[in-house]
């Protein structure tokens, strides 16, 4: 399981790159990310 933080103004790479469920916005305007992931490998790239 992966949660990272990420910038607001960065929402439109996160919901291109993964679906929109993947992220919530916080109080503070930032996205909480979170996914799962079976390899490291993965998760890097």
């Not at 103004?9 to 291109?16: D, F, I, K, S, V």
């Not at 469920?21 to 996205?31: A, M, N, P, V």
């Not at 909480?32 to 993965?42: H, I, Q, V």
């Amino acid at each position: 399981m992966v949660k990272a933080l990420f910038f607001g103004e960065l929402r439109w790479r996160l919901a291109e790159e993964f679906e929109m469920h993947c992220f919530k916005e916080t109080e503070d305007g930032s996205l909480l990310f979170t996914a799962d992931y079976t390899e490291k490998g993965n998760l890097v790239s």
